[in-house]
């Protein structure tokens, strides 16, 4: 078993930067395949980024290109997702999620842990 805790959100004004953490416990999760999704008030929950174990691959969601990077750090056993140029929409509860397959999948329904949430909230 894997146990995420996210931390890092907040309110921040438009343009500013936030850094998400996602820090986990349990079984190391050194070769597992990490992600970040968000969901907004009334909207479905959406894969942000996404990165292999060794970080190597890396996705993210056209919305964020150029502005958001994930990353990790094995050794913490933690995954970030800075967060730069922040908009309003970018508002959400932002989740990590993690998988042990090595594929880079956008479907939620594809990993199995996931932490409790951070709130962001981007004011313009």
């Known amino acids: 078993q894997v146990q995420l805790v996210e931390s890092g959100g907040g309110l921040v004004q438009a343009g500013g930067s936030l850094r998400l953490s996602c820090a986990a416990s349990?079984?190391?999760?050194?070769?597992?395949?990490k992600a970040w999704f968000r969901q907004a008030p009334g909207k479905e929950r959406e894969c942000v980024a996404i990165?292999?174990?060794?970080?190597?691959?890396?996705y993210y969601t056209d919305s964020v290109k150029g502005r958001f990077t994930i990353s990790s750090d094995n050794a913490k056993n933690t995954v970030y997702l800075q967060m730069n140029s922040l908009k309003p929409e970018d508002t959400a509860i932002y989740y990590c999620?993690?998988?042990?397959?090595?594929?880079?999948?956008?479907?939620?329904?594809?990993?199995?842990?996931w932490g409790q949430g951070t709130q962001v909230t981007v004011s313009s």
């Open positions: 349990g079984r190391t999760f050194t070769f597992y395949t």
């Open positions: 999620a993690v998988k042990s397959a090595s594929r880079l999948t956008t479907d939620r329904e594809d990993y199995g842990y």
């Open positions: 990165s292999s174990w060794n970080g190597i691959s890396t």
